[in-house]
């Protein structure tokens, strides 16, 4: 079965740099979401979008900003990196909001390395 | 302020024992609880969810509880496998009323089944 699939996988930046992260959804899944985490820390919500609005909002940074496009992919995009961005980050989809009632398909990540 | 609390310490338990792993709450009012598994380095897996109006859900040899007076939920793995060796993840919906709401995890119980 098809799954989420995220781009790139790996990830260098240096600080102050720029990075942009990529995430396609589960085919027929209109709803995505984008989880930050850190070395031996549990994922952090950041953003998500249901038919390409926004939905809910976590912990992003300012710096950061995403968006859906009409094929439902995702893009995050991070500016001015700092040394304390460098983590795994995750994107999610699912199919429609329910209240949030329902399972969340994780992608494999791309880690982010800042230096 | 809302808490998801698990033993993060690290569980130790021999191949074909049960493990029974814990998430307590505070602070929230979850019409559900979910329960996801992460390998190292990889997205997390969902494996459950239990609705409020729901004291036990099961699904082959995993079983969740969800006790809504003691905010606490019991995840347990029966006749437990080496392959079972993982990080499970508590995760409760915060409710924003956005609709596709985050997740909020709680940090994990990490599982070692010994041969």
């Known amino acids: 079965a098809a799954g989420v699939i995220q781009s790139p996988r790996h990830l260098i930046k240096e600080k102050r740099e720029t990075a942009t992260l990529k995430c396609y959804p589960i085919p027929r899944h209109d709803t995505v979401y984008w989880y930050q985490q850190g070395p031996g820390q549990d994922p952090q919500f950041l953003i998500s979008f249901y038919e390409k609005m926004q939905s809910d909002k976590g912990s992003i940074p300012d710096r950061f900003s995403a968006q859906q496009f009409s094929d439902y992919h995702s893009e995050l995009n991070m500016s001015s990196l700092e040394l304390g961005d460098s983590a795994l980050y995750f994107c999610?989809?699912?199919?429609?909001?329910?209240?949030?009632?329902?399972?969340?398909?994780f992608g494999p990540g791309t880690r982010l390395t800042v230096l | 302020s809302q808490k998801i609390e698990q033993n993060s310490e690290a569980l130790n338990i021999q191949e074909g024992k049960t493990a029974t792993l814990t998430c307590n709450y505070t602070?929230?009012?979850?019409?559900?609880l979910q329960w996801y598994r992460q390998d190292p380095g990889r997205g997390p897996v969902f494996l459950l969810l239990i609705r409020e109006n729901e004291k036990e859900k099961r699904k082959e040899r995993l079983k969740v509880t969800f006790d809504t007076t003691l905010k606490q939920s019991l995840f347990h793995i029966t006749a437990s496998q080496p392959a079972d060796s993982a990080t499970y993840l508590c995760?409760?919906?915060?409710?924003?009323?956005?609709?596709?709401?985050?997740?909020?995890f709680g940090k994990g119980t990490h599982l070692i089944i010994q041969p």
């Open positions: 999610a989809s699912s199919l429609g909001t329910s209240g949030g009632a329902g399972e969340q398909f």
């Open positions: 995760a409760l919906d915060p409710f924003r009323g956005g609709g596709a709401d985050g997740l909020t």
């Open positions: 602070n929230y009012s979850p019409a559900y």
